[in-house]
């Protein structure tokens, strides 16, 4: 099993930043990604960015160029840089991690993103 514990969500006004952090414990050795889901009230989750094992990353077209993933492997952490945000990414943001062969998916407790106009 894998435990995740979320950090770094908040308020803030448009065009400012944030930086969420997701911290994996216990079975590691077997994720295959790490990466971050939203959702906002009333729609459905989505992705917002992913990291590979093998370091390959990729975003929704909404955050491209405004957010980035990286990962620190020694403390087991993937991070989202969000930059230039905007009303419309207010949304819960939840860390997932995809996990052995079936791809088995953790998933974070979520933490709160509100972006003021």
């Known amino acids: 099993q894998v435990q995740l514990v979320e950090s770094g969500g908040g308020l803030v006004e448009a065009g400012g930043s944030l930086r969420l952090s997701c911290a994996a414990s216990?079975?590691?050795?077997?994720?295959?990604?790490m990466g971050w889901y939203r959702q906002a009230p009333g729609k459905q989750r989505e992705l917002v960015a992913r990291?590979?094992?093998?370091?390959?990353?990729n975003y929704v077209d909404s955050v491209k160029g405004r957010f980035t993933i990286s990962r620190d492997t020694a403390k087991n952490t993937v991070y989202l840089q969000m930059n230039s945000l905007k009303p419309e990414d207010t949304a819960v943001y939840y860390c997932?991690?995809?996990?052995?062969?079936?791809?088995?998916?953790?998933w974070g407790q979520g933490t709160q993103v509100t972006v003021s106009s």
């Open positions: 990291i590979t094992r093998t370091g390959n990353t």
């Open positions: 216990g079975s590691i050795f077997s994720i295959n990604a």
């Open positions: 997932n991690v995809q996990w052995g062969r079936s791809g088995y998916d953790y």
